[in-house]
């Protein structure tokens, strides 16, 4: 295996892979380290106390003159900053204001949202000097094209954009991430990337809130010998680090009472994918995925989470004895690259601690939840199928779709679609994966879709909920069902591996608009970043 010049500079001599990794996965490969830490700073499982990200209030409050709706106003700052990661060195990190996950913002359907993300970065990043613009994506939100953190809508140091979001949509756990186009994966590995929470009063009624309601953003990293962040993506392939932390710490343990609590787990890796279960045998019991709760929730013993999916899950503490020890654990996926500890998350240790016997979801495992527009789509309504492949281009050496990626879409002025549904449509998606030795977690922007099959059979039961992101396996073909609802315009279909994304696998669709058409949404135009002259 050779190693470029550039790819030396980005990992400040960390080494590519540790013990004989290879370049290329062509199954689960096992490794010792990726990180260059001397064995003092290398942290370890379960020394390290869970903490979740603050939550943001908004600034102002107000009303939408246009139809009256309330609006809350907020604000975050994107900064150079350190965190406390390992023991005793100090990480440089990229993050909403200046953590990592950034804050996290929870509000109510029908709420509106204007989102200011000031752009306080340095003008280059420390590790390759790529220019620190950014494109701010609430993902999960059927957003207007140009509040949608369209890739090449970029936002430059000094500048800010306000976002404005519709939250129209039911219950669900979303996440905003830096989506600029082709430095995606490395400055959201570097900590741009935060939970957003919309609630809804039949999810109020059904599952835990408050303490009990728990955000989980996973990743994983690799550390350079001096604490800082290793970046290595094995020629665009994917990047595989070696310490897996939870809300920004390695291998946490959170204290937990005799009760059911609800996990918002967000895999924020840009590569890794998951495959989470309890060491005690213990179910998962899933009650929602990307668009919300599930129709009816899933009992699993692990699952497959691959990278930006969300999925909330319920766990019952019930039943286990006071100090006892619940480890989340991770049995990885093929084609991912396994370390020493990336096989456990976190762990819970049970407490004595009095439970609340009057909330009613102390002890409630619901069956039955609710149904979605995404879920009672049937397929005789679809008036076109389309198929899609993702691959790797042996002449470019670029990942595609359909042999498209975001340069052609760059040449073409940003007119070139790879499909062109009428608003309000029904189209049922194949996307195939012939691609060989690596996974595809495909994200379609602005829809909830519905999973109808994998390989001709049955969605696992995980997925068996409203979904914006598809796993695509090794040698899989998924069919999936959606509604072109509720905005015409451009929008984005894109593989989250990052590496991936930046490299160049992004394609766009146009709904409800011929390419001849004035498009009052454009994202390029519509809604361009200002000045920022606040003095703070």
């Not at 013990?19 to 996965?25: D, I, L, Q, V």
């Not at 064995?39 to 409050?61: I, N």
């Not at 899933?298 to 480890?327: C, M, P, W």
């Amino acid at each position: 295996m050779t190693i470029s010049r550039r790819q030396v500079l980005l990992i400040g001599g960390l080494g590519v892979l540790g013990a004989g990794a290879a370049m290329f996965p062509t199954g689960s490969v096992e490794a010792k380290s990726a990180s260059r830490l001397s064995d003092k700073e290398m942290p370890r499982p379960f020394q390290a106390d869970f903490v979740q990200a603050p939550f943001l209030g908004p600034y102002a409050k107000g009303i939408d003159p246009v139809d009256g709706l309330p609006v809350n106003y907020y604000k975050v700052t994107e900064q150079a900053a350190t965190a406390r990661i390992l023991p005793r060195l100090t990480t440089p990190i990229l993050g909403y204001n200046g953590i990592f996950p950034g804050p996290t913002i929870s509000l109510d359907q029908g709420t509106k949202a204007v989102l200011r993300v000031r752009n306080q970065l340095p003008a280059q990043h420390a590790l390759d000097g790529h220019a620190l613009s950014t494109s701010t994506h609430l993902h999960g939100s059927a957003s207007l094209p140009q509040y949608d953190g369209y890739a090449s809508d970029i936002t430059h140091p000094g500048f800010f954009k306000d976002y404005h979001y519709p939250n129209f949509q039911p219950a669900r756990t979303l996440w905003y991430h830096d989506h600029g186009v082709h430095f995606t994966a490395m400055n959201a590995y570097s900590g741009l990337a935060a939970q957003y929470h919309m609630h809804d009063p039949i999810e109020r009624q059904l599952l835990p809130q408050g303490r009990y309601d728990v955000a989980l953003t996973i990743n994983d990293v690799m550390f350079a010998s001096d604490g800082s962040l290793g970046y290595d993506d094995n020629t665009h392939s994917g990047l595989w680090g070696d310490v897996i932390l939870v809300n920004g710490k390695p291998w946490p343990v959170m204290k937990v009472q005799k009760r059911v609590y609800r996990f918002r787990v967000l895999n924020a890796s840009i590569s890794r994918s998951l495959r989470p279960t309890l060491s005690t045998g213990d179910p998962l019991v899933v009650v929602g995925t990307d668009g919300g709760l599930m129709p009816t929730s899933q009992s699993v013993a692990s699952y497959r989470h691959g990278g930006a999916e969300r999925y909330e899950i319920l766990i019952d503490f019930r039943n286990y004895k006071t100090g006892q020890r619940v480890e989340l654990r991770n049995l990885s996926n093929k084609n991912n690259v396994d370390y020493d500890y990336t096989n456990k998350i976190m762990a819970f240790d049970v407490t004595d601690e009095a439970v609340d016997t009057t909330d009613p979801t102390w002890n409630r495992i619901p069956t039955t939840l609710t149904g979605s527009e995404a879920m009672t789509l049937k397929s005789s309504q679809a008036v076109k199928t389309r198929t899609f492949r993702v691959k790797r281009s042996d002449s470019t050496n670029l990942w595609t779709i359909n042999d498209d990626s975001w340069q052609h879409v760059i040449a073409s002025g940003y007119k070139k679609v790879a499909a062109d549904p009428a608003l309000n449509s029904v189209e049922l998606w194949e996307i195939e994966n012939k691609s060989g030795g690596w996974f595809h977690p495909v994200h379609i922007h602005l829809v909830d879709f519905q999973i109808l099959s994998r390989n001709g059979q049955a969605p696992y039961p995980h997925e068996r909920g409203p979904k914006d992101v598809v796993y695509v396996g090794e040698d899989e073909k998924v069919r999936l069902l959606m509604k072109f609802t509720p905005h015409p315009g451009l929008y984005m279909m894109h593989c989250h591996n990052l590496p991936h994304e930046d490299h160049d696998m992004m394609v766009q669709f146009r709904v409800g608009l011929k390419e001849s058409d004035p498009d009052v949404n454009d994202p390029m135009t519509a809604a361009k970043a200002e000045w920022d002259d606040t003095k703070e």
